[in-house]
């Protein structure tokens, strides 16, 4: 029984991947954490979990923690991150993915319908939640 609930866990856990993959365009598997995001970005000080944390907790298919994470909110896309890789990993591209994620986008497509959210819901979004749902892809 415990054999089948991680083996379970981890099938959840590579499914979580694929979507993100699958949203972002990005290989998540090949960081390999250098660290070179994190420490070239402006706001870095006020996330939780830092660009490179929010890889490999990707790549570990940790999907409630990462949703739950204020990190994904406090990104302002400026895309430093995606300069600084040595893997050409577009980082910006997976934090809006769990953005859309979070928001219920991605489950079935990578386009998130910002008016389809409750208006409780988007009264309390933060505005770069709009403004990621509003494009395809930060880059």
């Not at 990707?58 to 430093?80: F, N, P």
Request: glycine content about 6%.
């Amino acid at each position: 029984m415990e054999t089948t609930l991680r083996i379970t866990s981890a099938r959840a856990g590579s499914d979580f991947v694929s979507r993100i993959e699958k949203i972002s365009g990005q290989k998540l598997l090949a960081c390999y954490q250098c660290g070179k995001c994190s420490a070239g970005c402006p706001m870095a000080a006020h996330m939780d979990v830092l660009p490179n944390q929010i890889i490999r907790m990707a790549q570990l298919g940790m999907k409630e923690q990462l949703l739950a994470a204020r990190s994904i909110w406090m990104c302002v896309s400026c895309l430093t991150c995606n300069s600084r890789c040595p893997k050409d990993i577009k980082i910006a591209e997976v934090i809006e993915a769990l953005r859309k994620a979070a928001l219920g986008g991605g489950e079935r497509n990578d386009h998130l319908h910002i008016m389809e959210l409750p208006s409780e819901a988007r009264s309390v979004l933060p505005p770069i939640a709009t403004i990621s749902a509003m494009r395809k892809l930060t880059s």
